[in-house]
């Protein structure tokens, strides 16, 4: 080998040499806010629109939190990017006049990897939805009509 084939092959050992170290690459979310997103978030609105008395008290809501007993959801959020989340289902069938039945049915839980997203949270297995992050709580906001919602907010616990 002649001295420019040493010199370039030197060179390409000292690029790889001084390479960033790709496999572990730097975390997106800091541990500063990675302390402050994660834990456990319950429900504390369910917001629909038209109100609804599913209680029967002669009061309108908008609030299903506010009509049904049973209506309950939280998310946790870890630190290593994972997430559980169980949540009440509800029946939703529409009666006349914009009135509905609605009652609660099973328990659904579901699991993944969570992300910070300019500053949303999404979740893997609802990507089409990001949750707004505010301080310690998290909206989720679909504005749409019965038998769809509004919005739902989680509350840090």
Do not use: H
Request: charged share 15%; glycine share 4%; aromatic share 8%.
């Amino acid at each position: 080998m002649n001295v420019k084939s040493y010199l370039t092959v030197l060179v390409i050992i000292l690029l790889f040499a001084c390479s960033k170290d790709s496999s572990n690459p730097e975390p997106k979310i800091s541990q500063d806010q990675l302390n402050a997103i994660t834990g456990l978030y319950n429900l504390s609105e369910y917001i629909v629109s038209p109100a609804q008395d599913l209680n029967n008290d002669d009061v309108l809501s908008q609030d299903l939190m506010a009509e049904l007993d049973c209506l309950s959801a939280s998310i946790i959020l870890r630190e290593d990017l994972s997430y559980s989340k169980y949540a009440i289902q509800l029946n939703i069938s529409p009666i006349t006049n914009d009135q509905y039945a609605i009652s609660c049915s099973f328990n659904q839980s579901t699991t993944g990897s969570w992300d910070l997203v300019n500053g949303q949270i999404v979740l893997s297995e609802e990507r089409e939805n990001s949750y707004s992050l505010d301080g310690s709580v998290l909206t989720l906001t679909q504005g749409k009509v019965l038998p769809d919602f509004q919005s739902q907010v989680f509350v840090k616990q």
